[in-house]
C-alpha cells in the first residue's frame, strides 16, 4: 500500500522554469514532510522540509506548499538551472522526536532542466 | 569520512549465493537505517538500529534478509541466497538522536544473475 503518492514521474522544463512536484498522503499520523534530491549513483541528500503547522516554506529557490486538509504537499523549483537535474522524493514520517521516524517515500519524480 | 560509507558499491552474484553489505554511518550518529531502492523506484524501509538494538525489521521482506549492528556502529546487511528480485540498490542512512534527518550512503548495487 502506497501512502505517499508522488507525480509526475517525470518533467522537462526548461531552464528558468519551475518544475512543481505534488504529493498526497494518506496516514494523519505524518507530521514531518521532507523532500529528498537524488543524483545518479548518489544517495538521496535533504533539501527542504516542513511541517503541517505552515502552510509554505522557501529555501534559496526551493519552496513547499502543505495543504493540510488536503493532504497534499508539493515543491517548487523557482528560477530553475541544469545543475538541478536529478530525481525528486517526497517523504512523510510521524511526530519528529528523535531519530527512529523511518520515512516512508513517494516513487519519486525525475527533473530534467534543459538549457 | 565525513559521511555515510557503503561497500562494497557494487556486487554481481549468482542466484542462490549469499551476500553482505557494510554500512559505515557517520561517528556519533545514534540510528541506522537501511532501504531498498528498486530501479526507478523510491527507497522503501528495510530495518532500523538505535545504538545495537534493533528496533523495527518491519520491512525486511523475508526471512533470508537479515540485519545486524553487533557494537552500535558498523552494520551489515546480510541477504541469503539471493534471488533475482532482490536486485536493487541497498541505502544505508544513520542519523543523531536529536533530528530526523536522514544521511544517506551511496548505496550498494546488487545484481542478482
Known amino acids: 500500500q502506497q501512502q505517499v503518492k508522488q507525480s509526475p514521474q517525470s518533467l522537462i522544463v526548461q531552464k528558468g522554469g519551475i518544475p512543481i512536484i505534488n504529493c498526497a498522503y494518506e496516514?494523519?499520523?505524518?507530521?514531518?514532510f521532507p523532500w529528498y534530491q537524488q543524483f545518479p549513483g548518489k544517495g538521496p541528500a535533504l533539501l527542504i522540509a516542513?511541517?503541517?503547522?505552515?502552510s509554505e516554506k522557501k529555501e534559496g529557490r526551493f519552496t513547499i506548499s502543505f495543504n493540510k486538509s488536503a493532504k497534499q504537499f508539493s515543491l517548487h523549483i523557482m528560477d530553475s538551472q541544469p545543475g538541478d537535474s536529478a530525481t525528486y522524493f517526497c517523504?512523510?514520517?510521524?511526530?519528529?522526536?528523535?531519530?527512529?521516524?523511518?520515512?516512508?517515500f513517494g516513487g519519486g519524480t525525475r527533473v530534467l532542466v534543459k538549457p | 569520512g565525513a559521511g555515510v560509507s557503503q561497500s562494497p558499491r557494487y556486487k554481481v552474484a549468482k542466484r542462490g549465493q549469499d551476500v553482505a553489505l557494510r554500512c559505515d554511518p557517520i561517528?556519533?550518529?545514534?540510528?541506522l537505517f537501511w532501504y531498498q531502492q528498486a530501479l526507478g523506484q523510491g527507497p522503501e524501509f528495510l530495518t532500523y538500529?538505535?545504538?545495537?538494538?534493533?528496533?523495527?525489521k518491519s520491512g525486511l521482506p523475508s526471512d533470508r534478509f537479515f540485519a545486524e549492528r553487533p557494537e552500535g556502529s558498523v552494520s551489515t546487511l546480510k541477504i541469503q541466497r539471493t534471488q533475482q528480485e532482490d536486485s536493487a540498490v541497498y541505502l544505508c542512512?544513520?542519523?543523531?538522536?536529536?533530528?530526523?534527518?536522514?544521511?544517506f550512503g551511496e548505496g550498494s548495487r546488487l545484481t542478482v544473475l
Open positions: 538500529f538505535q545504538n545495537e538494538a534493533q528496533l523495527d
Open positions: 561517528s556519533g550518529h545514534v540510528s
Open positions: 517523504a512523510a514520517t510521524g511526530k519528529i522526536k528523535a531519530a527512529g521516524n523511518k520515512l516512508t
Open positions: 542512512a544513520s542519523s543523531t538522536s536529536s533530528s530526523g534527518e536522514l544521511f
Open positions: 516542513i511541517r503541517p503547522d505552515v
Open positions: 496516514n494523519t499520523a505524518f507530521d514531518y
